[in-house]
């Protein structure tokens, strides 16, 4: 085990930096950058100034303004220098290749540079978005599988029942409906949308809430999770339902449980006690990708909705405003996670199931 570990973590830097560099490259390619998003602003604070002096304004002021020729869409008339300094400042006097290595060299330490837009160092950002995210990731992948695994087991056990069809019914809408689409349907009827004002729809925690008892605060911050978690749980617990059952269902048939059943071993046993391994195991496996999934994919829209200001949120503004120290840093610590927890979730094979040698594969490398 320990050699496989150290072979999968050996392969985790060629893969942050195959991530990073085609990421960095697809970057640079985007129209937009920084600078021309500083210009925009200036240019729209200049239109204002224009305005305000009765559409011609006086012309000193705009080439004072808007004084020179400059190679940026957009930005003719900004002079020259400004831009120079613009460029020094964010770093893109130098080359690619050289801005390429100095990142990394950074990011092999962990520090990822200052924030163009928010004059604060990314892991600052960063570390203050986390609550958040961390809150709707963990809480949100307990409630699916503990709601996933009994139901997935149950189905199993009573396949072709009516307590089966129906809950098949229930798992498909589940499947089939978006998490925001349930999220407004949520908002609209129990957030003050157009029925009841039960819930609250913006932060994590009320007014005040420091000086709230330790059982006031978690009651208020469960309070404001709990629309939110509901429409996350709703949508995650369908295609791990299915897996389970599924899963169970091929184990169930097989010539192992025939054979414990003519032995006269009680059901539960056979169940719990040989059937239950074999069958968790591809359930196990998926744990990391969808701990993943739900963390920085599924709660990107949620975080919109509720006003949750997470590390979702914020890799998606980072996109738009080009805020790139953020976007790479957002991506950097996204890319180790998701290693690591696929990585954890190898082992927790191996621990599962005893059989299981992933030391021995070679082909289990990537």
Known sequence: MLEYIARRLLLVIPTVLGIMLLNFIIIQAAPGGPIQQIISKMRGDASDVDARLGGGGDQTLREQTFGMESSYR???GVDPEFIKQLEKQFGFDKPYHERFLLMIKNYARFDFGKSYFRERSVIEVIKSKLPVSISLGLWTTLFVYLI???LGIRKA???GSRFDIVTSAVVVVAYAVPSFLFALFLIIFFAGGSFFQIFPLRGLFSDGWELLSFFDKITDYFWHLCLPLLAMVISGFAKLTLLTKNSFLEEINKQYVTTARAKGLE????????????????????FPAA?????FTSSLLIEVLFSLDGLGLLSF?????RDY???FGCLYMFTLLGMFLHLVGDIM???VDRRIDLSASRGLQS
Do not use: T, W
């Open 74 to 76: 957009g930005a003719q």
């Open 148 to 150: 996933s695994i009994p």
């Open 157 to 159: 056990v009573r396949d």
């Open 267 to 286: 059901e539960n046993k056979i169940l719990y006690g040989h059937i239950f391994r074999n069958a968790m195991l591809i359930v196990i496996a998926g």
């Open 291 to 295: 701990f993943v999934h739900i963390l």
């Open 317 to 321: 503004e980072a996109a738009l405003s």
């Open 325 to 327: 120290p953020v976007m």
């Open 349 to 351: 094979y191996m621990i």
